[in-house]
């Protein structure tokens, strides 16, 4: 059964330095992994999509690589703002297309 | 552009009452649909998934159910709720084939009392 570790749970910075989330997977025979943001009492919006192939994905502020041998993802978001505070999650599409999620790391970045 | 929606947004139900959630997708044709909880301090479970009209596929046992009546609809539903079932009902869906990417409704939150 895929295990996904976020750490750490819960991060404050201040505005404008820059965000490292961390995530690990025990089982490395996946599909893809999938970065979501989820602001309070608000459905997932998808991130980055990293194929299993790749080795990372950029969009704009937001960077994440994938090291599929050893089970880690690593979120990057750069020059945080107060805008980025929400949680972040990590999901690992399994070779059964399930997909399996950690429990999330919540940003918090102070003004 | 696609879009997925949820109804309703909040609901609050006694025990023992049935349920019924919706979730419909637009702009897309042949979607995999999903059903996921989540309850407070825990992280995401998949109730359900479908494939295909008709097509359900239940991960955890329990007294839920889902039923895809038309190509871009999806529901939960339940005939007698138990305090356990209260959470964040999540839908979902990929294009394609089952290892696409997943794009996630609003939610509904329930709380059965």
């Known amino acids: 059964k895929q295990e996904v570790t976020q750490i750490p749970a819960a991060l404050s910075v201040p505005e404008g330095e820059n965000l490292v989330l961390n995530c690990s997977f025990t089982?490395?025979?996946?599909?893809?992994l999938q970065w979501f943001r989820q602001d309070p009492g608000k459905g997932l919006t998808s991130l980055l999509l990293?194929?299993?192939?790749?080795r990372e994905q950029t969009s704009g502020r937001l960077n994440a690589s994938l090291d599929k041998s050893s089970g880690r993802s690593t979120l990057y978001i750069a020059a945080s703002q107060p805008g980025d505070s929400a949680t972040y999650l990590c999901?690992?599409?399994?070779?059964?297309?399930?997909?399996?999620f950690g429990a999330g790391t919540t940003v918090t970045v102070r003004a | 552009s696609q879009t997925i929606h949820q109804w309703p947004a909040t609901l609050v139900q006694p025990v023992g009452s049935p349920l019924s959630l919706e979730c419909t997708v637009e702009?897309?044709?042949?979607?995999?649909l999903y059903w996921y909880r989540q309850a407070a301090g825990r992280g995401l479970q998949l109730l359900f998934y479908s494939v295909g009209i008709g097509q359900i596929s239940s991960e955890v046992p329990q007294n839920l159910s889902a039923s895809r009546p038309q190509d871009r609809q999806f529901i939960l539903s339940s005939k007698k709720l138990l305090l356990s079932d209260s959470g964040f009902y999540l839908c979902a869906w990929s294009p394609g084939v089952l290892s696409g990417e997943q794009f996630f409704g609003p939610g509904t939150r329930l709380t059965v009392l």
């Open positions: 999901a690992v599409l399994s070779n059964d297309y399930k997909l399996s």
């Open positions: 702009g897309t044709s042949n979607p995999n």
């Open positions: 089982d490395s025979a996946i599909y893809n």
């Open positions: 990293i194929q299993s192939s790749q």
